[in-house]
Nanobody
């Protein structure tokens, strides 16, 4: 089971990068996927979930609601995080996460740094 994030960037306030997470080793379409972030010197903060049902409904943390959008492509086994209207407080390492029958799986993370 493997998750690999990409798309991290050095961006300006108001920027709009898109993060990707490529998954392998499990039945991607049958699992909910999450994005979690960790700012410098702080703990993990859940960002967004997307479910595996047909409508792939999602939930978002209040801190990113209306700015970030999670989506998934079950054909390419990829989950995305479209980040709009970035703020300096969004600076973090962003991790992709899935809970499988074999345990909690994390990617290595991708850095997003927002300059004001």
């Amino acid at each position: 089971v493997q998750l690999v994030e990409s798309g991290g960037a050095l961006a300006h306030t108001g920027g709009a990068p898109r993060l990707s997470c490529s998954a392998s080793g499990f039945t991607f379409s049958s699992h909910a996927m999450s994005w979690v972030r960790q700012a410098p010197g702080k703990g993990l903060e859940w960002v967004s979930n997307i479910f595996y049902s047909d409508n792939s409904s999602s939930t978002d943390a209040d801190s990113v609601k209306g700015r970030f959008t999670i989506s998934r492509d079950n054909y390419s086994n990829t989950v995305y995080l479209q980040m709009n209207n970035l703020k300096p407080e969004d600076t973090s390492v962003y991790y992709c996460n899935v809970v499988t029958p074999w345990g909690d799986v994390w990617g290595p993370g991708t850095q997003v740094t927002v300059s004001s």
